[in-house]
Structures are given as C-alpha cells and as structure tokens.
C-alpha cells in the first residue's frame, strides 16, 4: 500500500519585539490564516503518543513533565487548550495548526511524489500568506518564518515523514531494515548547519554538517519526540484499520527546501520499506547507529566509516550503495514512479562521490554549503564568524523576497518537481486519489455541517446524531474516487453517506 | 480564498525551467547554473541578513 505525507514544524519569531511569546505568535499565525472566525473541527479522540508499536504503552514520555511545566504555565492564559491549538482542517485535506508553539501544516495523505511535492510546496505557501496577513495587521514585515529544525540553541523541531505500512511486517524487522538507511539518508536528504549543538545545550560555530537534526539524535528507538529522541520513532498511532496497518513516523529528517531532496528522501524511503517487505533489504547491522548519525553528519567530505557489528567499516555513501543495489535488483520495472527513484537514487549517490557541485539546487546540504562558501569568499570571513549561522538560517525563510533559497529559486538555480500551478491546485485541494481528497472536499462543500475531522474520519452534524465518515481503510484509489463521486454528487452529507454506506453495506 | 497578501512569485528567468515530473517522459533534472551565486542579486540579499539574527533566534523545543 502506497500512501505518505509529511509533517513540518516552522520556526517563527517576531523582530519588532524583545520578548516573543511563542504561543500567541504560532496561535495567531494559524488564526491569520481565517476569513471567518476560529472554529474547533479537530478530533482529538484516539490520539495517544505513549501508544508503542514494540506492542506496549508507555507509562511516560520524556517531555511530559516540560509538558506539564508549560500546561501550568500555560493554564493561567486567557485561551482553552483547542483555542491555542487552533486546529484548521484546510480545503485541500490539510491540516494546519499550533503544535507546541509551531505553527505546523501537514500535508494532505499523498500517493505520488508529485503530489506529495506539490502539496508539501503548498504548505509553504499557506504559512507565508499567514505571515503576510498578521504581518498586515501588525503594520510591518515583523514576522518571519523558517522551513529549518534549529534555533542554534540547542532547540530542535520537526520534519516528519510518514508512511502507511501493513501491520503484518514485525516491527523489530522493520526496525532492522531501516536503521542504516536512516543513519545514511541524511547524505541527499540533510539541510545542511552551520555548527554544532546538543538537545538545550550550547552551540559550537566553525563546522559545516549535512544534518540539522543529528545532533539530537539520542538513541535508536523510543515512543519520545521532544527529549530523547529516537532515529526511529516507535509511536503507535496507526490512523487506519489498527488490525490492518501501521503508520511509520520518521522525526529523524531534516526540513528540506530543495524539492528534489523532498522527492528523494521520500521515494527512496518507500522504496526500502518495500525492500522490508519483500524481505530483501540488505543485512547491515551496525554496531552504534546513534554515534554514525553524529559521525557521519560532521564529514562532509563523505569519508568516515562506521563500524558494523561484523566487524567491518563501512562508509555512508557504502551504505547507501546496498540499499541502492538491493532496491534495483528487486523493484526495477515495478512502475514508473519506482524507475524514476531509482535511476536519481543511482544518479545521486554517484555525483556525490565525483560531482557533487552539479547537485547544487538538488540537495540542501551542497547548495548552503556552496552558497556560505561564495559568501566567505567574498567577505573574507571563516567558519567561526557568527553570521554564516544567520546566513543559515536565512536560506530557510520561507518568505520569497528575503529567503536565501527563495532567491536561488528566483533566479533558476534549483531544480523543480512542480510548476506554479502545481502549487495553485494543491492549494485548492487535496490529491485525487486518497482520502485527503476526500478530506478536502468535505471541507469545500460541506464547511458548515462537518462537526470534527480526524486523519481516518469525518463527523457531521445534522439529525439528532452525528453522522461519521470513516476513512480508515479507505485507501485503493478506485474506492477514493467513488467515494469522491458521491460526495462530489450528493446535495447535503448526510445523502451521501446514506448513499456510500448503503453501497458498502451492500458489498459486505 | 483570496491571495493579494502575497506578494506574486517569479518565475524563474531565461528558458523556462523543465517541470520534470517521476511520471512524465523523457523528464529529467535540469542541471541548475552553479558558477557563483548572482552578485547583482543573491549576495545582495545575503549581505542584507544581520549577522547576529541567529544569536536573537530562540525557539521552544517542537517534535
């Protein structure tokens, strides 16, 4: 089963004020977001972060007590739990809200990479149009909002990818098969950072990395997030048919800006994840994968080896080579999508070891490298200057007249996956062929009767009960645009789920 | 939804970039111009970031 979608944290500050509150700045933003007044729509029932996939539930997470902390903090505010939430559900089956004081879109559930491109591009664009609004309210360009994964002191947030997989891979397989892959993706997927930190600890200039987030990455797997943070999260929070499937939720990667790296890293993970299945992933082990991330990171130059627990050294670009080779002897010829993953996988791993200039606008690692390179040239300055950190985070600024990726976009020196109007129609709605399609058009044409929405369903109002839409084993294309075409056709919810129910009552 | 809050995107100059798609044939990266950022333009925009901007930038921890 092929679905995924990504989720991205935004870093936000205000530069008109000394003190920011993180809270009323990301609750405001989400709001400026609104023609209409803020309704709550999100469904919190089912969602339990200490639900593990080892097949227990944690009695605690690392960050509940900060948690608490903020909740007290927090509780003396003049705004419900929901109210600084702020959960939107967006016409194009996203959603958009305030997650621990980040503004965060998640993309609509994708099946294609140009979709999931297309939509992930969209986000950037619903969060900038925001800024733009309470920036306009505000009477100047104060707010400012960062695509990254570090303030540079020692604060991390995420970028998470997510992909349905079925239940009946064990988990401690899918773990196996995975950890080197994860240690060694940051080689195409990595944004790139300007020095070194540790999870609220410090921050060291003069070293160039390919990964914003392996300096936070703590141990190999853990149900936490915030503190202790796992190169694979074991979060059981399946948002499908639990009998059926798992959601696989990555926090290890990096907020990318280049959209080939997005497509890469996405279409190469759903590619091992098919390896995993197949059981045809390659046997590597390796002896620490938590210090690889680290170690691997900080050699730009892609010569460090790591040990495996054979005994042996291998090298990232090594890794990647197995999981390459493994990926082109058992999925090549699947479909076209898979080829064309392929062949840039190859292609990618091949100019890093001799080109790797050419992947300029491809990957976000080389293109800020090359930009802060260009940049120290000209002013004269080395790698401990405080400003390449400010430079860094520039590059992320998702604001198209300030953003250093932004220019390099304006100018044609990256490499594109969507047009304008790729971005326009993911704005508007959600892919055709799943049920964030659905999602979207739920929102579009019914917004005044959908009650609360929730990854897998859609309540509505109308009778004496609420009437739900369940999505959670909607996922063959062929169902979702039946499923489109009721809802497209009906005049009000409730005929189209008489109409949707009815037929599958019929088919069961 | 209206857009007039933002402000219009650029295309990107010269020939029109490809939009290779994984589904569309004969699609393929365009190789991207890497002798040196614009000078006019680019660096111009980097020399505009105030180099203590990271040093003020303080988030709380996220996911």
């Known amino acids: 089963m092929r679905l995924f979608g990504i989720e991205t944290e935004y870093g936000i500050t205000r530069d008109d004020l000394a003190e920011v509150d993180p809270v009323v700045e990301s609750m405001e933003l989400v709001r400026a977001h609104l023609t209409a007044s803020f309704e709550r729509r999100w469904d919190y029932a089912g969602e339990d972060p200490h639900e593990d996939a080892r097949g227990f539930r944690a009695s605690g997470l690392a960050q509940d007590k900060e948690e608490d902390e903020f909740a007290e903090r927090d509780a003396h505010r003049p705004f419900s739990f929901h109210d600084m939430k702020s959960d939107l559900v967006l016409p194009n089956g996203a959603r958009f809200y305030n997650d621990h004081t980040h503004p965060e879109y998640s993309t609509p559930e994708c099946r294609t990479l140009k979709d999931l491109v297309a939509q992930d591009r969209a986000g950037e664009w619903i969060v900038q149009r925001a800024a733009d609004r309470r920036n306009s309210s505000l009477g100047g360009e104060h707010v400012q909002l960062y695509k990254n994964n570090t303030d540079f002191h020692g604060h991390s947030y995420g970028c998470h990818d997510n992909y349905l997989v079925p239940r009946s891979i064990p988990f401690p397989r899918l773990a196996a098969g995975l950890l080197p892959f994860l240690v060694s993706r940051q080689v195409f997927a990595g944004a790139g950072k300007v020095g070194i930190e540790a999870q609220e600890s410090g921050f060291v200039p003069g070293r160039f990395q390919l990964s914003q987030r392996a300096d936070f990455m703590e141990t190999e797997l853990s149900v936490d997030t915030m503190h202790n943070r796992p190169i694979l999260n074991t979060r059981d929070e399946p948002h499908a048919d639990p009998k059926k499937f798992r959601r696989l939720h990555l926090i290890i990667g990096d907020a990318n800006m ?43 130059d892609l010569k460090a080896v790591v040990r495996q627990k054979n005994g042996s050294s291998i090298s990232v670009l090594e890794i990647q080579a197995q999981y390459y080779q493994a990926a082109e002897r058992t999925l090549a010829g699947l479909d076209e999508e898979t080829d064309w993953v392929l062949r840039e996988w190859g292609d990618t791993l091949t100019l890093l070891a001799q080109e790797r200039r050419s992947l300029v606008g491809k990957v976000d690692w080389i293109t ?92 509505f109002t109308g009778g004496l009960l609420p009437r739900t839409l369940d999505m959670d084993d909607l996922f063959e294309p062929d169902e979702v645009t039946r499923c489109l075409a009721v809802f497209e056709a009906a005049v009000s919810p409730m005929d189209a789920l008489n109409i949707w129910n009815g037929r599958k009552d019929s088919r069961s | 939804m209206t857009h007039s809050t933002m402000p219009e995107r650029r295309e990107a100059p010269g020939d029109p970039m490809p939009k290779p798609g994984p589904t569309e044939e004969g699609g393929g990266p365009r190789r991207p ?20 901007q990271a040093e003020r930038y303080r988030q709380r921890t996220g996911e």
């Not at chain 2, 111009?33 to 203590?52: I, Q």
């Open chain 1, 258 to 300: 280049c959209e080939y790296a997005t497509a890469l890293k996405i279409g190469t993970t759903r590619l091992v994840l098919e390896l995993i299945e197949r059981g045809a992933a390659p046997p590597l082990e390796l002896e620490q994968p938590v210090a690889a991330v680290k170690q691997l990171s900080r050699d730009i």
């Open chain 2, 33 to 52: 111009e890497t002798g040196s950022p614009e000078k006019d333009n680019l660096l111009k925009r980097m020399k505009k970031v105030d180099p203590k």
């Open chain 1, 368 to 459: 800020k490298h090359w930009l802060l390179e260009t940049f120290m040239q000209e002013e004269r300055i080395g790698w401990d200057d405080p400003w390449l950190a400010s430079l860094d985070l520039e590059y992320h600024n998702v604001h198209p007249e300030r953003g250093l990726y932004r220019g390099l976009e304006a100018e044609g020196k990256t490499w594109r996956m969507t047009a304008e109007v790729d971005i326009q129609r993911a704005l508007v709605s959600g892919p055709a062929d799943t049920r964030g399609g659905v999602r979207g058009l739920c929102v579009r044409r019914f917004p005044d009767q959908v009650k609360s929405v929730q990854w897998e369903r859609i309540q």
